[in-house]
């Protein structure tokens, strides 16, 4: 099973109107799947007065944990739409609850199934979805002569900088991809002529909002 990309940093709400119906897509990130069926249940309570909350989440980033719900719609017309558009987005540890306010119009089947992808989509657009990427944290201690030269190469490779400290020497925390693993120390040993303090840490999953580092997972 292939493993997911991406990963629910942010949730959000979407809305979208189809004859009359409403849709309104509720998103939230989940650890678990008590997390998500929680979530379902709060939602449940909160648009109790709706004719339909129909959901979709998945648990894991293999997709150990995929669940779907049409909740009194016709079957295959709204929880496994909505699951075929996570899935899609190749995102995991995840829950969406589509409500339907009946406006009084039958869409049928092809419409239904529309409705309820263009909310989850509605609802993943107000989210905030982040790629992860695989990499190791590495520590770079430096005079402030070779600074520049090494700030340089790191803009260059586009290696973020979790923390910075300057003191006595300039210290960086950098976290790189893995095909950057040999040739960044040997680069940045050449142009600091062997200067720098190199210190490798975990290896991480990790990803951006916003330019900000997210560290997701950490291994040793």
Not at 5 to 28: D, W
Not at 91 to 114: D, W
Not at 127 to 151: C, F, H, M, P, W
Request: include cysteine; aromatic fraction near 10%; charge should be negative.
């Amino acid at each position: 099973m292939a493993e997911c990309t991406k990963i629910l940093y942010q949730g959000g709400v979407g809305e979208i109107v189809e004859k009359k119906s409403r849709f309104i897509a509720s998103v939230a990130p989940v650890a678990t799947e008590q997390e998500a069926l929680d979530f379902i249940a709060a939602k449940k309570k909160e648009y109790w007065d709706a004719r339909h909350n129909c959901y979709a989440y998945i648990i894991g980033s293999k997709q150990e944990i995929m669940r779907c719900s049409d909740d009194g719609e016709p079957a295959q017309t709204a929880g496994r739409p909505m699951l075929d558009v996570l899935l899609s987005a190749s995102v995991y540890n995840i829950v969406v609850v589509v409500t339907r306010y009946f406006g009084g119009v039958l869409l049928g089947t092809g419409g239904l199934v529309r409705a309820y992808q263009g909310a989850t989509k509605a609802g993943l657009d107000a989210s905030v979805l982040v790629e992860q990427r695989l990499g190791r944290e590495l520590t770079i201690t430096s005079d402030y002569n070779a600074y520049g030269k090494i700030d340089y190469l790191l803009r260059e490779h586009a290696v973020p900088v979790s923390a910075s400290e300057f003191g006595a020497d300039v210290r960086l925390d950098v976290v790189i991809d893995a095909d950057l693993y040999d040739s960044l120390p040997t680069e940045i040993a050449n142009v600091t002529s062997g200067n720098a303090l190199l210190s490798w840490g975990d290896y991480v999953r990790y990803g951006y909002d916003a330019e900000k580092i997210i560290i997701f997972e950490k291994k040793t």
